[in-house]
């Protein structure tokens, strides 16, 4: 059974920067997607940025330049190195594993921006 665990949110000024973690637990594919998401307030979930199997990555034109995806060798810890963060990056982040065929999501941890 797959977990996904994330940690690192917490209250920054904005221009600061965090450094969100996830870790899945109850795996061992090679073969998988990872992706962060977020949620602002009175808005849908939203994909802001995503690292394919092969290692490629995109991101949402808001956070380019910004933020940056990462993971471990064994792909089954991703990260996202965010700076100069804005009070508009304030969401709930949730972290997506897609691995045979099934999307899993992380509990989601609170990022706050203050002005």
């Known amino acids: 059974q797959v977990q996904l665990v994330e940690s690192g949110g917490g209250l920054v000024q904005a221009g600061g920067s965090l450094r969100l973690s996830c870790t899945a637990s109850?795996?061992?594919?090679?073969?998988?997607?990872m992706s962060w998401y977020r949620q602002r307030p009175g808005k849908e979930r939203e994909m802001t940025a995503v690292?394919?199997?092969?290692?490629?990555?995109d991101y949402a034109d808001s956070v380019k330049g910004r933020f940056t995806i990462s993971r471990n060798n064994a792909k089954t810890s991703v990260y996202l190195q965010m700076n100069n963060l804005k009070p508009e990056d304030t969401a709930v982040y949730y972290c997506?594993?897609?691995?045979?065929?099934?999307?899993?999501w992380g509990q989601g941890t609170q990022v706050t921006v203050a002005s």
């Open positions: 109850g795996t061992t594919s090679l073969i998988n997607v």
């Open positions: 997506k594993l897609f691995e045979h065929g099934t999307t899993y």
């Open positions: 690292v394919y199997n092969g290692g490629d990555t």
